[in-house]
């Protein structure tokens, strides 16, 4: 079978017979990259074999996701979480994901036109992967929902043309998915900084009764694919490449903001699949950074009047806090803020009056006030 981007046959493989052969080594997914050895030594061939699996698992649904099992139930999925149950899974559903163009071709009737699910009609489960209502058997296991990772409960609609995602929380108040609406009000506040997925708010049924969630556009298209952080880096690695130094050197200012702002919102959960970057289907090259998104962790401590200031930052996997981190890359922003419309946003927020005053301390111990 291939690995395909798009229309593009780029890699071949047969895990039984432990063949793997690329063909387009500048198109490959960046975890792939590099990463294929071109010997034909036993070592280098069950070290090739052991990284397509491992790819082809990462792609899939974790079960300790939010409503998972059901998820799993209701396409008849094993509900093993082992590499080889994720890597059949994969297969099955040929790997389509909303993120990125790769796709699984097992023979020639399969088309990206046939399966590509940003531009085709989806199944609409989100009662089930959202709400956690009982599974009914589906039989198209095409679908967004086994390749969305992330660990809170969420489900993929089409609201009139476009694809929105739909996320929510079991804390007490969904307190969670108020606080990323809120952070994305407060985001922007800012500007001549990365560029941020907008969140709006509703009230939807779920299992656990009605619930507050998150809404936000889809922000992949056809023209490029979202490559999730830690693949660059370990690419970068594998390249003795400085990841850090070549993100600054290459985008500046947008990139140094990633930090800073996650400070003054207090995210603790820009881990390494939580930013990335956007690559070129046609070129395999990435051009621009990844608009942030996912900030259901932020401005959490600060509603639990907690100070997480000295959190660990997992945006590099370093023993850095959040606070030290912002304080090293500020000198590479050129971060506005705009206090009038931070004024507004409170006004419209007055429950979280305290949350406002914390994120305006740290804006001024940065020194962007």
């Known amino acids: 079978m291939f690995l395909m981007l798009k229309n593009v046959k780029i890699l071949y493989f047969d895990l039984l017979d432990f063949i793997v052969e690329v063909i387009r080594e500048d198109l490959l997914p960046f975890y792939l990259r590099s990463n294929i050895k071109k010997s034909s030594g036993m070592k280098d061939i069950l070290h090739n074999v052991q990284t397509i699996k491992s790819y082809l698992s990462s792609r899939m649904l974790s079960l300790s996701r939010d409503n998972a099992k059901q998820i799993y139930a209701a396409f008849q999925i094993p509900q093993v979480d082992s590499t080889e149950n994720r890597v059949n899974v994969c297969i099955k559903c040929k790997g389509v994901s909303i993120q990125d163009s790769y796709w699984i071709q097992e023979d020639d009737e399969d088309e990206w036109s046939k399966i590509n699910i940003r531009q085709n009609t989806l199944k609409d489960i989100i009662d089930l992967s959202l709400g956690g209502f009982s599974p009914t058997i589906t039989t198209s296991i095409i679908c967004p929902e086994l390749t969305t990772k992330g660990l809170f409960r969420k489900g993929w609609v089409y609201l009139g043309d476009s694809l929105y995602l739909l996320k929510s929380d079991k804390t007490n108040g969904c307190v969670n998915t108020k606080m990323e609406v809120l952070s994305s009000e407060i985001l922007e506040c800012f500007s001549d900084t990365i560029e941020h997925v907008t969140y709006v708010s509703d009230i939807k049924n779920t299992m656990d009764g009605v619930a507050h969630v ?36 290459e985008w500046g200012a947008k990139f140094a903001s990633i930090p800073v702002l996650d400070y003054i919102i207090i995210n603790t959960d820009r881990h390494t699949q939580n930013y990335g970057f956007m690559m070129n289907n046609d070129t395999g090259k990435i051009e621009h950074l990844a608009p942030l998104f996912d900030f259901n962790c932020a401005l959490v401590a600060d509603y639990f009047k907690n100070d997480a200031r000295d959190t660990l930052s997992q945006m590099f996997n370093t023993k850095e806090t959040l606070r030290e981190l912002a304080f090293q890359y500020q000198k590479y922003t050129n971060i506005k803020f705009d206090e009038h419309k931070f004024i507004k946003v409170l006004k419209g927020n007055e429950e979280y009056r305290y949350i406002f005053e914390q994120v305006y301390g740290r804006i001024q111990e940065l020194g962007i006030v």
Do not use: Q
């Open 214 to 249: 998150s809404i936000c556009k889809n922000f992949v298209g056809e023209e490029y694919s979202f490559v999730e952080a830690w693949e660059v880096m370990d690419y970068c690695r594998r390249l003795n490449i400085d990841f850090r130094k070549k993100c600054i050197e």
